[in-house]
């Protein structure tokens, strides 16, 4: 008795799935598809990338614009303060510093809030390029597999015998020969 199989003792996929019919898949039938799919998706995460990078630095330099002037108020009311010498002098300059600075925030966070909006139609912009990408990408995969299948569907046609190809040439016309 030989101990020699015809496969590897763990190699599931020959063993259990022999005589399944593989599609004949080549590493051409997808690649110039797939390079123009590749680049596309790349420059559309590359604009996603870009485009929050773009927005982040306007949100972040407007909100550092903003701490340093609300630091400079801070520290001309404090400066004031010390200068106040009635009561009512001080209460007045601190309301009128508050009431400023509730304007100033109030300002900011609608500029911030704006700012926020303009990333995120940016980027939904992006986002909708890459969907369609996507969806093309399946098409173009799902043609990819269909040629494929095709491909193999004429490989795994018997080819004929010399006798039966002879035997499809004759006509009535061509006599049999003897």
């Known amino acids: 008795m030989s101990n020699k ?8 996929m020959a063993t259990i799935m022999r005589d399944w019919p593989k599609p004949y898949f080549s590493n051409w039938a997808f690649a ?6 590749e680049e596309k998706t790349y420059a559309g995460v590359q604009k996603f990338g870009q ?9 972040f330099s407007d909100h550092m614009d ?4 609300r630091l400079q108020q801070d520290f001309e009311c404090w400066k004031s303060l ?9 209460l007045a300059k601190l309301q009128s510093f508050y009431s400023e600075m509730a304007n100033e925030y109030q300002e900011h966070f609608e500029k911030q ?3 926020l909006r303009e990333g995120f139609s940016d980027n939904a912009a ?3 390029a890459l969907q369609e990408t996507a969806l093309q990408t399946v098409g173009e995969l799902s ?6 299948l095709e491909e193999a569907a004429q490989l795994s046609k018997p080819k004929p015998t010399p006798k039966q190809a002879l035997s499809r040439r004759r006509t009535k016309a061509t006599p049999k020969p003897k």
């Open 66 to 69: 903003f701490v340093s002037h």
């Open 143 to 148: 043609k990819a597999a269909e040629e494929s």
């Open 82 to 90: 010390t200068q106040c010498t009635a009561p009512e002098e001080t």
């Open 126 to 128: 992006a986002v909708e």
């Open 113 to 115: 809030a704006a700012l």
């Open 32 to 37: 110039e598809r797939e390079d123009l799919l």
């Open 51 to 59: 485009s929050m990078i773009v927005n982040a630095e306007k949100a």
């Open 5 to 12: 199989r015809e496969t590897p003792p763990f190699d599931f």
